[in-house]
């Protein structure tokens, strides 16, 4: 931790070119030197060094210690069982996560949403616009981003009875949200935005059939719980946000080793960026490149240096609720073209954070429930409504649970190594 602290130092950040650059100004941009209100160097060079200083003072934890800190991993699953108990989904919903709070304010303050800026006027912040200003091209980007939510009525989960993850999988349902925006990105690039008339596109059908609620989906529910076994994900119990991390990264090694290299339904390594094993208790994480081409090289089997990288950082930003010091750092994370949003929410019920205007952060609402809809890949006339959302939702970032995950997607080794140097405060 020592020579962490002593090697984070000012980084001067040169911004770089968005992953996929087809925006028009005024509308939706990328972060360029003057764009944007945070200053990612200065934000961000002390991010990740101090976001774990709260557990500074603890010395090396004993034997007991350690089993504590375990017992710990259950609070995210404690939480949600007391609120349960206390009345029904919809009061629920309202506990953990306050009353809904739908719509964009008045402020003409911009919005970022997954590294793009939108820039709101007087104009259109009251209500007077076209469909060619910022406000309605955020609008569209947002409901563009594919929704997981609660399904009932599919096969029941490996050797249980369990046909719906109603109330236990708001988690498991935000994480595949980060995971098929990061293939979406990857497949169509940044910029593409949910067709108005089919025939759809095939890489698109096939993204959503993947996250299908059967085994026969690769990154079903039903494989995400059998691959975090090991990790404490089990049918109808909760997880938090180190657990789901560490279960994408087995159920990516599993389904590499199933189809071989030719045939990658997830075709990007996955790191997983932690400052120890439990990830619950805390420790600085630090991003190496040579990790990263390690992780690279495992996953085209040693046949390239570089492949695209999914990074998962599980992160504990204080104790009953986020330090406020990171509260700018975590604003800044929604200016890197990198980004892939936030797995987080209140204690027990999890969303899926996309987007940040001010003090406020939009987000994706796992918590409906829908009836099971398994997709043909080649079904290019299907109804896929039930995988987007045109409501937007908000609520004040500083009341967002401390333990919570953030995703980024490094299509190519140049904005990995713009990454590292802002992660890890510069060298």
Known sequence: MKGFHERNVAL?????????????????????????????????????????SIFDTSSEPSACEKKASLGKTNGWSAAVKRVVSAGSMRRFHERVLGPSKIGISSSTSDIWLLGVCYRISQEESSGDVDTSNGLATF????????LMTYRKGFDAIRDTKITSDVSWGCMLRSSQMLVAQALLF??????????????????????????????????????LVQAGKIYGLAAGSWVGPYAICRSWESLARCKREENGLEHQ??????????????GERGGAP??????????CSDFSQCQADWTPILLLVPLVLGLDKVNPRYIPSLKATFTFPQCLGILGGKPGAST????????????????????????????????TSSYHCDIIRHIPLDSIDPSLAIGFLCRDKGLLV??????????
């Open 139 to 146: 609008k569209e980007d947002f409901s563009s981003r594919l």
């Open 286 to 295: 630090v991003v190496c490149i040579e990790d990263a081409s390690r992780h």
């Open 186 to 223: 990857h497949r169509l690039g940044r910029s593409w935005r949910k067709p108005l008339e089919k025939p759809f596109d095939q890489a698109y059908i096939e993204i959503l059939h993947q996250f299908g609620d059967s085994e026969a989906s690769a990154f079903s529910i039903h494989n």
């Open 352 to 383: 899926y954070i996309v987007g940040v205007q001010e003090e406020n952060v939009f987000y994706l609402d796992p918590h409906e429930v829908q009836p099971v809809v398994n997709l043909s890949r080649d079904n290019l006339e299907a109804d």
């Open 12 to 52: 001067k950040f040169s911004s770089k070119t968005a992953i996929d650059s087809s925006s028009s100004p005024g509308t939706g941009s990328e972060p360029g030197p003057s764009d944007s209100k945070f200053s990612k160097s200065s934000v961000w060079s002390n991010f990740f060094a101090s976001a774990f």
């Open 418 to 427: 713009d990454f590292v140097g802002i992660y890890n405060g510069g060298t």
């Open 265 to 278: 339904l997830l075709p990007m390594a996955v790191y997983v960026v932690s400052g120890d094993e439990d």
